[in-house]
């Protein structure tokens, strides 16, 4: 089968393993079936940014510049949650956009993803970024009202606990014995008294299993502008990373917009 179109982030749903999907030109394609057989991945050279524009090479994110430094979906506040300033209705880029991404409700997490993290993600967005940072369980910390809120709690804990997930480690599928529980009510007396309202009750352990059939010991990272075409076996999925034979490792997030072929 042959599938074209630009890669996306993998669409994913919270089952034992976790279930993959990817959407090439139209195209619904189960991952999961996937692993285990040869898969051909090739680069056309050509990127197509969320607005439509075709380009060579992008920002962050793979935005092309114009978006990079004008659209709200690229803006600070998207990395750093402590500077949100919609609550008090002051615009950084597009103040409508702004109020309906922040003035929802957060949730600060812990999550144990090749190591302890605090991380910030909109309620909506449980359990699926805890999946696409290939946490293997995860608790929630504090429910907030508002992005900016959810970020001063984060921003309270990063002297701490760090907010980085050492994904090397993550797609070797090393998995620190961690107790989510007692890390929890530890790292809550290093916030202030008058953030006890935010602080979650729940001491649920959420936890996730991938579809892996073998880690690998060495990691190599693929850039498809580098590679831009990879012919392996497919030995799992983890986080947003498709890992292949011989320890390639393709995170296919940081490859969004990426027009490319699939056979397998």
């Excluded at 976790?18 to 057989?37: A, E, K, P």
């Excluded at 995860?138 to 959810?150: C, D, G, K």
């Excluded at 970020?151 to 107790?179: A, C, F, N, R």
Aim: hydrophobic share 35%; charged share 25%.
């Amino acid at each position: 089968m042959r599938y074209i179109g630009s890669l996306s982030k993998m669409r994913t749903s919270l089952e034992d393993p976790v279930q993959y999907f990817m959407t090439l030109g139209g195209d619904f394609i189960q991952l999961n079936d996937l692993v285990g057989s040869e898969i051909s991945l090739k680069f056309s050279g050509i990127i197509t940014c969320f607005c439509g524009n075709e380009v060579t090479e992008t920002y962050r994110k793979n935005f092309c510049r114009d978006c990079f430094f004008t659209k709200p979906e690229a803006s600070l506040t998207i990395m750093k949650p402590e500077l949100s300033k919609a609550h008090l209705g002051i615009e950084e880029r597009d103040l409508s956009f702004e109020k309906r991404m922040q003035l929802q409700p957060h949730v600060v997490y812990l999550a144990n993803s090749a190591g302890l993290k605090v991380g910030v993600t909109r309620f909506n967005q449980v359990p699926t970024r805890w999946i696409d940072q290939g946490a293997a369980e995860a608790i929630v910390l504090a429910r907030t009202e508002n992005r900016f809120e959810a970020g001063t709690v984060e921003v309270h804990l990063k002297d701490t606990i760090s907010d980085k997930t050492p994904w090397q480690k993550m797609v070797q599928g090393y998995v620190p014995e961690v107790d989510l529980v007692a890390a929890k009510h530890e790292v809550l007396k290093y916030l202030p008294e008058d953030f006890s309202h935010w602080t979650d009750p729940d001491d649920t352990v959420h936890k996730m299993v991938y579809p892996v059939q073998e880690y690998p010991t060495k990691v190599k990272s693929i850039n498809l502008h580098k590679t831009p075409e990879v012919q392996a076996v497919l030995k799992g999925i983890r986080g947003q990373y498709l890992l292949f034979e011989a320890g390639g490792v393709l995170n296919v997030r940081s490859h969004e917009g990426y027009q490319v072929t699939l056979e397998v």
